[in-house]
């Protein structure tokens, strides 16, 4: 598959050690706040939310922490002000990177994000450099115990889906960005669990990398995310 492997990344994610939690429950926090900012903190009405609050049950995430995330976002309670951001660069190979991040301090975001680069063999580059090789769109993964095929194909695609995509991990379903709330309220309506649910960067255009370079690669993500103000990583690799 092109880019990062999505099901590995959630699989790591799922075994994430208490020293990460903290890390894990900041991220979650910040997503929290901003999509009750955006949309109201009733979860019926805020698909976003609604599916961050999901996750957030699943990582066990103290209730209260969860509470005051969205208070913050509702402006119930006093909270920072934090600046959604995305940055586009290059990692060893040529391979094209995007990285979503949220932050109060956005010059220190960009120094940080930026050192990693250099420090792992890659650079930042300008807005729009690398865009043009992934598609923004809805991703959900389900597992492949979750539902037969033929059934999740069918409430996927009446909800607005474009494509479900098998593989030996799972399903990936990806709908435009406009249809995410339809398709997640449609599975969540039907049973069905998803592993992800995001607005995602799916890599279009799969730069070949050597096995060396795959290490490299991963050693970036790995730096990265350990990055407090980073929430997400896309990248366009595919591992020979």
């Not at 209730?63 to 208070?71: F, G, L, Q």
């Not at 050693?219 to 690799?237: G, K, P, R, T, W």
């Amino acid at each position: 598959m092109a880019g990062h492997n999505k099901w590995s990344k959630v699989k790591r994610q799922k075994a994430v050690t208490d020293a990460r939690k903290g890390k894990v429950f900041s991220r979650l926090s910040r997503d929290i706040t901003l999509a009750a900012k955006a949309g109201g903190g009733d979860p019926e009405a805020n698909a976003r939310l609604r599916t961050l609050l999901l996750k957030a049950r699943e990582a066990n995430m103290p209730a209260d922490n969860i509470d005051r995330a969205v208070k913050k976002g509702t402006g119930e309670l006093p909270g920072v002000t934090y600046e959604e951001l995305t940055y586009e660069g290059y990692g060893p190979g040529g391979v094209a990177f995007v990285v979503q991040v949220t932050t109060d301090n956005k010059n220190r975001a960009a120094s940080e994000i930026r050192s990693v680069f250099t420090k792992h063999g890659g650079n930042l580059a300008g807005s729009g450099a690398v865009m043009f090789q992934f598609l923004h769109c809805g991703q959900f993964l389900v597992a492949r115990d979750a539902i037969a095929e033929d059934a999740l194909m069918e409430i996927a695609l009446e909800a607005g889906a474009d494509d479900v995509l098998a593989s030996d991990d799972g399903y990936e379903l990806r709908c435009d960005v406009h249809a995410f709330d339809r398709v997640s309220q449609a599975l969540e309506k039907a049973g069905v669990k998803t592993e992800s649910a995001e607005l995602a960067y799916v890599a279009t255009t799969p730069v070949p990398v050597s096995p060396e370079q795959t290490e490299q690669i991963a050693a970036l993500h790995d730096a990265l995310d350990s990055l407090d103000d980073v929430q997400h990583v896309f990248s366009n690799e595919q591992s020979a």
